[in-house]
Every structure is written in structure tokens, then in C-alpha cells.
């Protein structure tokens, strides 16, 4: 990212832009479901199995299921790029391997992972991990949504806040490089405290 601009705005930007283009999402999916008759919590089988049935009984829906998917998948893309340059810089500052070598094990590491998602809907229909009905898709949705993510999002708060590991001051300095917003040091009390308290009790009601 560019330094020449504070954390904060960029943030601030990257938080607006991604409520705009999910409530157009939104505006888009909902209407189609109850058109349908689909219901709109299908969980992660609503984009790979049932927006397919939605597509099909539709005017013009191979052109806008085309679309739907092509533009899923770029999106796509730039999210496992943003993922992935943390992971590749990780390994690269650790290891000392070069950025090939890093994203070929990547690229190899990711299409493994993938396979038993990809599968679960065929050769490994029979895997219901989450009781009768479930696939490995919503396994591995429940994992990352309800777990890693949370988990993550905490371990990272408590080491940019914490004496033991970043520290507040160190974080607010990085964090305020630049030009634009900068990130209020009156906040250190809610991000040591009250922050944390609320993705934990976000991780208990995802795990309930």
C-alpha cells in the first residue's frame, strides 16, 4: 500500500466501497430469490447451487448467470491476491525462499486444500460433517466464518494493543504514516478492552 496515505482513510474508503457493492449485490440476489421462491439463507449452497436454478428459469439468465460468475470470480481473485501476498511475504521473511518458489508451493498448497470443497458436491456427497444435508462447503464456511476469523481477528487486536506484543504506540504511530485521517490515541481504552469483548462474545455465538 502506499504510504504516502494513512491507514485510517484507506480504511475508511475500503469499508464504504465494499457496503456499496454488497447492497447492490443484495439488491440484486434478494429480489431474484423470492421471485424463485428460493430461500435466501441457503448459506454458501445459495451461489454454487441454487443462483444456478434462479439463473436458468430467467430471461436472459445464461447471459446474467455468465456475468454473475464472471464477475464473482474476479472478485474472487482479489481477495485470495490480498490473502496470499501476507501468506507469500510470511513465508519469503521466514524461509528466505524466493517469490516463485513461495507461490508455486502456494498454488500447490491451495489447489489441495480445494479439492475435498470441490469434491464434496460429487465423489464426496457422502461427507455430511455438520449433520444430514451439509457438505464439506459449509464445513469449511463454518471454520473460517465462525472461528478463524474471529480467532484471527483477536490474536491480531491483543498483539497491536498489547505491551507483550506490538504495542499500542508503535501501532498508532504505523498506523497514522501518511496523509489523511489519522487514528485517535483516546481509542486505546476501547481497542484494549471493549473491542475484544465483542469479537469474543462474536466467536461464542458463532460456535453456539
Known amino acids: 500500500m502506499d504510504r504516502r496515505f494513512a491507514l485510517p482513510g484507506e480504511a475508511a474508503r475500503i469499508c464504504v466501497l465494499d ?8 439488491l440484486i440476489i434478494f429480489p431474484a430469490c423470492f421471485t ?25 439468465g445464461r447471459l446474467w448467470g455468465a456475468l454473475f460468475f464472471l464477475f464473482m470470480t474476479f472478485a474472487s481473485f482479489t481477495t ?18 524466493t517469490r516463485r518458489k513461495t507461490c508455486l508451493a502456494g498454488a500447490a498448497a491451495l489447489i489441495v486444500l480445494g479439492l475435498p470443497c470441490a469434491l464434496g458436491f460429487n465423489l464426496l456427497g457422502g461427507v455430511q460433517p455438520l449433520g444430514p ?17 474471529p ?11 498489547s505491551r507483550w506484543g506490538w504495542g499500542f504506540g508503535n ?5 497514522n504514516t501518511g496523509d489523511g485521517p489519522k487514528m485517535p490515541r483516546a481509542l486505546k481504552i476501547y481497542f484494549q478492552f471493549i ?9 461464542i455465538q458463532g460456535l453456539l
Open 36 to 60: 424463485f421462491g428460493v430461500s435466501p439463507d441457503s448459506g454458501p449452497q445459495l451461489i454454487f447451487v441454487t443462483l444456478p436454478h434462479v439463473f436458468q428459469n430467467m430471461a436472459g
Open 133 to 149: 444435508g451439509s457438505t464439506i462447503l459449509d464445513f469449511e464456511d463454518f471454520l473460517v466464518s465462525n472461528l478463524l476469523l
Open 195 to 203: 473491542l475484544p469483548l465483542l469479537i469474543a462474545a462474536i466467536l
Open 19 to 26: 457496503t456499496f457493492v454488497a447492497i447492490c449485490a443484495g
Open 80 to 97: 485470495v491476491i490480498a490473502v496470499f501476498e501476507n501468506l507469500i511475504a510470511t513465508v519469503m521473511d521466514q524461509f528466505g525462499w
Open 171 to 175: 501501532y498508532l504511530q504505523e498506523c
Open 151 to 161: 480467532v484471527g481477528s483477536l490474536i491480531y487486536l491483543l498483539f497491536c494493543v
